[in-house]
């Protein structure tokens, strides 16, 4: 059972926004502005798109945004498009003694 | 652009020790505030974190994973390393490397992942 709860699949059609949550405690989500998300296509290594809650990595598409509140992380994804179908992981520092947790994935499926 | 290539044998007999090597290029692995972590995916499964090191040696393991890893770093070789004893089918998984940035769960570069398969 991972640390991190996320929706096992979300989906949405072409130009439509999806938001996926990632609830954790105030151990982890609540308690720092340290959760990132990464997309992985299938056979692929992760690619991280948002780190400290709401930030972008240079490159990634502005359609990817991050927010937070409470215990609860989400992802939008807006002007849904065919190439965003992918797995998405949420990621947080924790002060349990495991420090770094990840949810266990969002399937998204683009209609 | 920073690189991480994972290597090591892709089958592992039950039982035995689990070896992979990380080699980063187009950059310095002796580098502040980060650390260089593992993370492995079983098949079909979900993400965990293993265990990062910094370049002066500190490292952190998943206490779930704690008693059977150790991960070391190579500052000549630019290379990090990743040892898991007493392995079982459960351990079979693909194996990623990838930078973290100050323990705070973000992994920025990553190596393509390796699929380790433990089996007699």
Partial sequence: QSALTQPASVS?????????????????VGGYDYVSWYQQHPGKAPKLIIFDVSNRPSGVSNR???????????????????????????????????????????????? | QLQLQESGPGLVKPSETLSL?????????????????????????????IGSISYSRSTYYNPSLKSRVTISVDTSKNQ???????????????????????????????????LVTVSS
Avoid: H, M
């Fill in chain 1, 12 to 28: 949405g059609s072409p130009g439509q926004s999806i938001t996926i949550s990632c609830t954790g405690t105030s151990s982890d």
């Fill in chain 2, 21 to 49: 090597t990380c080699t980063v290029s187009g950059g310095s692995i002796y580098r502040s505030p980060y650390y260089w972590g593992w993370i492995r995916q079983p098949p079909g499964k979900g993400l965990e974190w």
């Fill in chain 2, 80 to 114: 990090f390393s990743l040892k898991l004893s007493s392995v079982t089918a459960a351990d079979t998984a693909v194996y990623y490397c990838a930078r973290d940035t100050d323990l705070e769960a973000t992994f920025d570069y990553w190596g393509q992942g390796t």
């Fill in chain 1, 64 to 111: 990817f945004s991050g927010s937070k509140s409470g215990n609860t992380a989400s992802l939008t994804i807006s002007g849904l498009q065919a190439e965003d179908e992918s797995d998405y992981y949420c990621s947080s520092y924790t002060t349990s003694s495991t420090l770094e947790v990840f949810g266990g994935g969002t399937k998204l499926t683009v209609l």
